[in-house]
């Protein structure tokens, strides 16, 4: 499990999809530049982050980071101040 600081992210899309219950986000870090991915799943209350070294997704551990960040895609989605998309397909 790993840590994320919701301050440190600029939000450059997030991808809706319906059938799988998630949305995907992408952000940038705003001090290193470096592209940052993650994975909502809504109906259990997780978030994932890609970790393109390994190949893998790995759960947030910080329950206030991983609030923070939901509250910022919730915001996000009622304001529709970057791109935002949604799929109509179910991811499998």
Same mark, same amino acid.
């Given at each position: ?37 993650? +994975? ?10 890609? &970790? ?7 759960? +947030? ?7 923070? +960040? ?10 529709? &101040? ?11």
């Amino acid at each position: 499990m790993v840590k994320t600081e919701c301050q440190d992210l600029i939000f450059k899309h997030l991808i809706e999809m319906p059938a799988s219950n998630c949305i995907f986000c992408s952000t940038k870090e705003r001090t290193t530049g470096r592209s940052r991915l993650f +994975l909502f799943f809504q109906d259990r209350d997780r978030i994932y982050r890609r &970790n393109g070294l390994k190949g893998t997704w790995e759960e +947030l551990s910080d329950q206030e980071g991983s609030r923070s +960040l939901q509250r910022k895609v919730e915001n996000i989605l009622l304001k529709r &101040n970057i791109p935002c998309y949604t799929s109509l397909t179910a991811v499998v």
